[in-house]
C-alpha cells in the first residue's frame, strides 16, 4: 500500500474507535483502496475463488462434524446417517465432498497463472514460497478429510500414505507407528485425522492471511509481467476486482453447482462406498484425482526411498522455482521459447495425472518415467537455460501503454 | 557505535549511566547478557521438555500395546489354501504350501534375491532367506507371514504375479501386489518391484502339531 491511507472517520464515534482499533482503515487501504493493476485477465480471479473455497469448506464442515461420528465402528454409518437422515445432509456432505475437487482445480489454475506470468520473480519469491505451503497443508488436509468416512479407499489411500514416511531410513518404522499411534491405521488413527482435519483450516486460514499481506507488499503481478509505474496503471480493488471477482465466483459456482447436483460422485472412487476391510486391499487402489501426478512419479521409480523422495521433491521444487527460473522477463508473453515450454509441462502434468490414474502396468509405468524424467528436466534443465538462450521479445514501456496500444488495434 | 560516543548530552541519562558502568567493568559482555543467556536456555529447555508428552501421547496407548496373541489351528487350512487373519490391526497369511511351491523355493539361489536376509522375528536377525530360514520348526508347508507389502503397506494378492508355480493355466503360491506391482515368490520373498524387503515372518510358535499362537 503506497501513501498514506485515505480513511478519515467521519462520526464522532468512529473516530474514537480509529484512535484505538485502526481495523477500518486497515480493511478499507486493503480490500477497497488497494491499487490493482488495471489489466488483470481472468486467470487473476482465482485468488479470490480460493478464498470463498476455504470458507465453503469450513462452513459445510462444520455442520458435517455436528453429525459425524470419528469412530472405526460408526464412521461410515455416520456418513450414511448424513446422507440419508440428517435435513440436507446430503447437500453439505455433496457440498464438502466436491468443494475439494473445486478447490484443488482453482489452486491448479491459480499455480500454472503463475508460473505463466512469472508472478514467483523477484519482488514476489516470499509471496509464491508461502502459497507453496498453503498448498501443501491443503494437500495433507485434504488427505485426511478423505479418510474419515472409513471406506476402503479412505482406509487403503491411508495405508498406502502414512506408509510413504516408513521409506525414511532407520527411523520409518517408528515414524509410522507413532502416526498410527498402533501397527496399522486403526481407530487412534482415525480419531487424530478427526482432529487434525478440523485443525488445519484454520492454519490455512491464517497463512492464506500471511499470503495476502505478502502480495500487498510489492501489490499485483500482472499479464505484461512489468511493474506497476504510477498510478495511471491502476485501479482500486474496489469496486472494479470485487466486481470482477465476484462475477468469476458466480461462473465458477455454476461450475461447481453442476458436478455437486447432477455428478456428485464423478470425481469420487464408487468403491469408498464400501466400509474399510483391512484384511482385503482394493483391486486397484488409486488416490483422488488431485494426487495422482505425484502418484505417478511415486510409481515410476522401482525404489521404496527414491520413490517416496522423488515424489516429495517433485512439490517441494517449487520452493525453488523463483531462483530456478533464470530469466529476468516475468510474463511468458514476451518468452517466445518458454510460452511453448510452458504448454508441454502443462501437458506432462495432466499425462502424469492419467498415468497416475492407471494400473501398474510396464506400459504405464515406463511413460510413468518419461513423463517423471521430463517434469524434472522442466525445473532443472530446460527452466534455467530457456532464460539464458531465448531472446525475449520487446516488453511494453508501461501497463497503461500496453492497455492503451490494445485497445487502439481493436479499433 | 561505541557507548562512548553516543554522550550527546552532558548529562547522561539513567540507562546511558548504567551502560557506561557496564562498559567499564566487562567491556562488551556482561553479567545481564549472561543472565539474558541463562534464563533463555533454561525456557528452551523447559518448553522442550514440555513438548515432549504432547509429541509422545501419539505412540500406541496401553490398551494397544496390550495385544491379545491369536491361536490359529492349522488342521483347518487344506494343502493350497490360504486364510488371512487379522494379528495387532494387521493381516496374516497363513498358507499351505504344496510341494511345487516349496521346491520352487528352495531352487532360487540366494544371489537372485532382492531382499537376501530372512526377516524372521523367530530365528536370529540377519540369516539367509532360505526357505528353510522362512518357516518355524522346519514345517515347511505352512508359511506364515505378515500379509503386508513391505512397499506401501497394501494386502498382496496369493496365487499370482510371476514368481508362482505355473501348472497348465493355474498360479500356485507367489504374490503379486496390486498397489504398486510388487511380486513375491512362493517363500514370500520379493523378487520384482519397489518394495524393498521380504514378508516378514511375525514371531509364532508350535502349541501343538497342528496349533501355533502369533504374537
Known amino acids: ?143 485426511m478429510g478423505y479418510v474419515l468416512p472409513w471406506g476402503q479407499m479412505s482406509f487403503w489411500g491411508a495405508k498406502v500414505i502414512t506408509n510413504l514416511f516408513s521409506a525414511i531410513p532407520f527411523v520409518g518404522d517408528y515414524v509410522t507407528t507413532w502416526l498410527w499411534g498402533g501397527y496399522s491405521v486403526d481407530n487412534p488413527t482415525l480419531n487424530r485425522f478427526f482432529s487434525l ?60 453447482g453442476l458436478f ?13 462406498y464400501v466400509p474399510a476391510n483391512p484384511l482385503s486391499t482394493p483391486a486397484h487402489i488409486k488416490p483422488e484425482w488431485y494426487y495422482l501426478p505425484f502418484y505417478a512419479i511415486l510409481r515410476s521409480i522401482p525404489d ?9 521433491s517433485s512439490i517441494l521444487i517449487l520452493l525453488f522455482l523463483p531462483w530456478l527460473d533464470t530469466s529476468r522477463v516475468r510474463s511468458g508473453k514476451y518468452r517466445p521459447i518458454f510460452k511453448l515450454e510452458f504448454w508441454v509441462f502443462a501437458a506432462v502434468c495432466v499425462a502424469l495425472g492419467f498415468i497416475g490414474s492407471r494400473p501398474p502396468d510396464p506400459t504405464y509405468v515406463m511413460w510413468g518415467q518419461i513423463l517423471t524424467v521430463y517434469y524434472f528436466g522442466h525445473f532443472i534443465i530446460l527452466l534455467p537455460l530457456m532464460g539464458l538462450l531465448e531472446t525475449p521479445k520487446p516488453l511494453p514501456s508501461s501497463i497503461s501503454d500496453d492497455v492503451l496500444a490494445k485497445s487502439a488495434m481493436a479499433k | 557505535m561505541s557507548k562512548r560516543e553516543s554522550f550527546g548530552s552532558i548529562c547522561p541519562t539513567f540507562d546511558e549511566g548504567e551502560a557506561i558502568v557496564s562498559a567499564a567493568v566487562e567491556n562488551d559482555v556482561n553479567r545481564r547478557d549472561f543472565l539474558f543467556l541463562a534464563t533463555g536456555a533454561v525456557a528452551g529447555v523447559g518448553a522442550a521438555l514440555t513438548a515432549w508428552p504432547f509429541i509422545y501421547q501419539m505412540n500406541p496407548d496401553a490398551a494397544v500395546l496390550a495385544l491379545a496373541s491369536i491361536e490359529v489351528d492349522l488342521s483347518s487350512v487344506a494343502e493350497g489354501q490360504e486364510v488371512i487373519l487379522k494379528w495387532r490391526g494387521n493381516p496374516v497369511f497363513v498358507r499351505h504350501r504344496g510341494q511345487a511351491e516349496i521346491d520352487a523355493a528352495k531352487a532360487v539361489k540366494m544371489g537372485d534375491l532382492k531382499d537376501p536376509v530372512a526377516r524372521n522375528a523367530n530365528i536370529k536377525d540377519g540369516l539367509d532367506a532360505t526357505d528353510e530360514n522362512r518357516v518355524v520348526g522346519g514345517k515347511e508347508q505352512f508359511l506364515i507371514m505378515m500379509a503386508v507389502c513391505t512397499h ?4 498382496p494378492l496369493g496365487d499370482s504375479g510371476e514368481f508362482a508355480v505355473v501348472q497348465g493355466n493355474t498360479k500356485t503360491g507367489g504374490w503379486f501386489c496390486p498397489c504398486h506391482g510388487s511380486q513375491y515368490d512362493t517363500a514370500g520373498r520379493i523378487r520384482k518391484g519397489p518394495a524393498p524387503q521380504n514378508l516378514a515372518v511375525p514371531p509364532y510358535k508350535y502349541l501343538s502339531d497342528t496349533k501355533i499362537q502369533i504374537g
Open chain 1, 197 to 256: 482435519h478440523y485443525l488445519l483450516p484454520f492454519v490455512l486460514a491464517g497463512i492464506v492471511f500471511l499470503h495476502i499481506w505478502a502480495l500487498h507488499v510489492p501489490g499485483n503481478n500482472n499479464p505484461t509481467g512489468i511493474s506497476v509505474k504510477g498510478p495511471q496503471d491502476t485501479v482500486p480493488f474496489h469496486p472494479y476486482y470485487t466486481m470482477k471477482d465476484g462475477f468469476a465466483i458466480v461462473v465458477f459456482f455454476i461450475f461447481y
Open chain 2, 152 to 155: 506401501l503397506g497394501c494386502v
Open chain 1, 260 to 272: 455437486v447436483f447432477y455428478g456428485p460422485n464423478y470425481l469420487g472412487d464408487a468403491v469408498n
Open chain 1, 1 to 143: 500500500m503506497s501513501g498514506p491511507s485515505k480513511y478519515q472517520p467521519t462520526s464522532a464515534i468512529g473516530k474514537w474507535f480509529h484512535e484505538r482499533l485502526p481495523i477500518v482503515a486497515f480493511a478499507k487501504d486493503h480490500a477497497m483502496d488497494f491499487p490493482t493493476p488495471k489489466n488483470l485477465n481472468y486467470w487473476w480471479t482465482f485468488g479470490g475463488i480460493l478464498a470463498v473455497m476455504l470458507v465453503v469448506q469450513i462452513i459445510t464442515g462444520v455442520v458435517l462434524v455436528m453429525h459425524y461420528t470419528p469412530h472405526v465402528d460408526l464412521a461410515f454409518a455416520s456418513v450414511e446417517h448424513i446422507m440419508r437422515d440428517v435435513n440436507y445432509g446430503w447437500l453439505m456432505r455433496y457440498l464438502h465432498m466436491n468443494g475439494a475437487s473445486m478447490f484443488f482445480i482453482a489452486v491448479y489454475i491459480h499455480m500454472f497463472r503463475g508460473m505463466y506470468y512469472g508472478s514467483y520473480k523477484a519482488p514476489r519469491e516470499v509471496l509464491w514460497m508461502i502459497g507453496v505451503i498453503i498448498y501443501l497443508i491443503m494437500m495433507a488436509t485434504a488427505f
Open chain 1, 304 to 312: 521404496k526411498l527414491f520413490g517416496v523422495l522423488a515424489m516429495f
